[in-house]
Structure formats: structure tokens, C-alpha cells
């Protein structure tokens, strides 16, 4: 499910919805841990010390699509928190486990 | 157990600071470009970046490594101009994309006065302007006065061109020498000034770039060679400058087109 979906499940009232709620903490409690790629690669080469130029030659493709990758996740979390932020607040009809 | 100085334990800690989003792809996307001058380095200069080994990281508050500071030095000394301050200075101080442009001409726009006498000159010739009495008078008794360019009159370049060329001498150069003055070169490094340097082309930090700039500053320099070896001649002796304004009154000729489409009714 995606971030807007849960966005828009978040403030629907309907008893329907109740379901979609679940899907959404059971998707939030089973997602894997996850770094943006821009964030990881970064720390990767920060963290592998002084690599060669030709180390950093070879690596270019992989920079470019990490930061492809990276700016595409950060706005589209950027997007979800926004599309959060103005969501209704809804109480909710069962007690969330796992939080 | 392995034991660090505290400034080896701070470095290693640095590196493994958590940075946001926005400060790796900026972190990463700098890196790529110092990747990319890299290979520009390796593909211009094999034999000197083969034997190179000035560090590849950017040191403290610096925009550039110091291989990539080495690469610029080379690149100024033998394919285009890129002198130390305009590296410095070159935008806002922050790393570019952009091959950095400096104006290498006669750029007299804001301080003529500053500039030479038959700079002076010239540039009055180039902006059809009026020559002062003053002006006049240092060149020597008897010289005329230049016909201003603008209304009906225009200047037939290649005849003034060819009274030159006929002249002999240095006089023959004196056409570069103004287009030199007169921005109006067809060189970018020359026509290139201050006031215009916004509105220029940019060129990326490619092999075509590069190759595109060396060769438009290679054709600058034969022109800077015969303007200077001009301005040198007419500095120390003004006077030949009457006989360029004579050859100048010589080429002016009347625009008819200007004056029929002034006298067409509208």
C-alpha cells in the first residue's frame, strides 16, 4: 500500500475503513528497515576511507542512480508527510499492537 | 585493542555521522563532478594525472580537490584560460558544472580613462563616437576628424580593411586591433566582457567544452598578439592614429537603404 493510501485510509471514517487500517499498521510493522540510497551510498563510501580515483571512477554509475533513486524516495516521502499533515484525525476502533 | 589519536576517533566518527537526504545527494552529486573532471583530467593529461597523487578529497572549507585544483592549473597553462582567482571567485563559491568564463579582451567598458591612449582611440572609432578636440589634438596638428558612425553613415569594413592592409606595416593589424577594442571579434574570449558575461554560453566541464574553448582561445591569442604589437607601435608614437582615422573618413560610406526606408512614407 502506498504512503498516499494510507494517507487517504487515515482519514476516512467509515467502519469500512477499518480494515484498511489494519493493512496499513500491518504493512508499517512488517516493512523492512529501509535507508534512503543517497544516505546509504554516502555512508558506504564515507565509511570504506580514501578509495582511488579510478574506485570512484568505476563507482559513478552507482552515484548517479543512488542519487536518482534517493531525491525520487525523499519526495515522495516528503509528499506523504505533507498529504499526513493535512489528513483529518480519526479515532481509532481497536487498539493498535506493535506500537 | 587498537589505539586512535582523538583526532583519527573524531574522523571516524565524522564518517559515520547519519546525514540527511539532502546532504548526500548534495555529497554524492559533488563527488560526481569531481569524478567527471577526473576523467577529463585522465583523458587531457594521461602522463601527468599517472603520476599525480594529490589527494582526491576535499580538504576543510575548499570546493575542489587538490588533484582537481592540479587539473586546473594544467588546463590554464596549456588549453584555455582559468586563472587561480577565477577558480576562487567562480560562482558564489561553490562548485559548477560550468567551465568558468573570463573575459581575456580589452574590456574597457567601465574605466576607458584607465586604459592607454590608442585604446582610447580606437574604442571612440568602435562606439562611432565623437572624438574630442583633446583627442584630436594628441594624435598631432592636422588630423581629421572621424566621421561618426550612426544615421546614414556606415563604415565598409573591408575597404577600410584593405587601406590598411595596404598601408603596410603594423598598420595592417590595426583592423584586429579594433575589432579586438570593439568587441566585435567573432572570439568569445574577447568580445566576452563583465557587462556581458551573464548573457554568454555556457559550456559543461566535457571534452567538447574544453575542446570548443581551447580552440576559440587559441584564435584569440594570434588576435591578442597583433593587437598588443599595435597598441605597443601607437603608444609610443601617436601620430600613424591620423591615418587611421583618415582611412576610417575613407570607408565611411552613406546607408541608401537607411535613407530610402527614412524617406518612405509610413
Known sequence: MSASNATRAASDTSPACEEIQREVLAALVSAPRHVNPAVALWLELQQHGPLSAEDLMAASARIENAIAQGEAERDAVGSALRNLVVSQPVPAHFVPIGF | MVTLSVDEALAG?????????GQACRCLSDTLDSVRILSLYKQCFPRQYARSSSPLLIAGDDRYTEREYEFFRLVNQHLLPLPDEVMDDWPDNQRDEY????PMGIDWTENLDE??????????LAMGADAGDEMLDA???GTPVPVGLGGDHVLNWKRFASLCRRAGGLMAWVPAALEVVGHDTGILWLDLTFETLDACPMYLWTQEGMRELANEWRKAKKMLDKTQAVL???????RPLAQVIEFWNRAIEVNHEQQLSLSRPT
Open chain 2, 13 to 21: 566518527l565524522s564518517r559515520r555521522r547519519m546525514v540527511s537526504v
Open chain 2, 99 to 102: 567551465i568558468p568564463l573570463t
Open chain 2, 115 to 124: 586604459w592607454s591612449f590608442p585604446v582610447q582611440v580606437l574604442a571612440t
Open chain 2, 139 to 141: 594624435i598631432g596638428p
Open chain 2, 232 to 238: 605597443d607601435w601607437l603608444d609610443l608614437n601617436p
